[in-house]
């Protein structure tokens, strides 16, 4: 089975950085991968994405303050995030799209979630 296993969350004081990564465990191809984030009381939004060519999109509010990047041989997503606010508190979960097999057709998998939060 496919599995995603994410890193990097924790505390940290607005203005300062953290760097998330995700591996994907037990998929042969990838599509492309995201990062998406839950804040208390609100809906899962996308945050960034990147697809295995390259082409990166982000979410209005972290655009120029956060960068997502792949390696594609490690089946591997960072987020790094920088200049980080207290609004950026949320839960972050790994969004990787791809396939099981060199026959599946392409499925959403996810992480379990890292908590990151930014005290102000």
């Known amino acids: 089975q496919v599995q995603l296993v994410e890193s990097g969350g924790g505390l940290m004081q607005a203005g300062g950085s953290l760097r998330l990564s995700c591996t994907a465990f037990g998929i042969f191809s990838i599509v492309d991968m995201a990062w998406y984030r839950q804040a208390p009381g609100k809906q899962r939004e996308l945050v960034a994405r990147?697809?295995?060519?390259?082409?990166?999109n982000y979410a209005d509010s972290v655009k120029g303050r956060f960068t997502i990047s792949g390696e594609n041989a490690k089946n591997t997503v960072y987020l790094q995030m920088n200049s980080l606010k207290p609004e950026d508190t949320a839960v972050y979960y790994c969004?990787?799209?791809?396939?099981?097999?060199?026959?599946?057709?392409?499925?959403?998998?996810w992480g379990q979630g890292t908590q990151v939060t930014v005290s102000s």
């Open positions: 990147i697809t295995n060519g390259g082409s990166t």
């Open positions: 969004n990787i799209k791809g396939g099981r097999y060199n026959w599946s057709l392409p499925q959403n998998y």
